[in-house]
């Protein structure tokens, strides 16, 4: 079975980890009520629309959910919410796939890689702590001052792994 704990990320193409899902809608309620951030019911869904889908997803997939369920038609909706979701730590940008996953671990700031599959484009968030160390000292070895920096890795998940053995 796939270890869905948020030191191993949060990625389940076998959409296991409805537990795991719940436990990470809570850590980012604790964590918005701590930073005193209002997470509006549009933004609650927008993130409960990510965790549902155990991956990424675009902005015009999280739209068409919304939409569906009365939120709003207009892309502002989406873009206001997955930004807020971002800015805050409860969400994540993955640029290869131009879309959203929500964070694994929005309990507290941590540094994170994303690791992406190629054949189902599922995202699994892993920790990047030493990766993020050692761009640091690369960059900083060259004299280059790091503003931020986002490690993407392309492979295939495990479930597309085992079903290409």
Partial sequence: MTDH???AGFCCPDHSGTSQAQAILAQAEARAREAGLRLTPVRRRT????LEAHGALGAYEVLERLAAE???TQPPVAYRALNFLVENGLAHRIRRLNAFTACAQ???EHRAAFLICESCDSV???RADGMTRALGAAADAVGFVLA??????VGL???CAQGRA
């Fill in 106 to 108: 929005p309990a507290h």
């Fill in 148 to 153: 931020r920096s986002t490690i993407e890795a």
């Fill in 5 to 7: 704990s948020p030191e």
């Fill in 157 to 159: 998940c495990r479930a």
């Fill in 124 to 126: 699994t968030e892993a």
């Fill in 47 to 50: 993130l409960e629309i990510l």
């Fill in 70 to 72: 009365g939120y709003g």
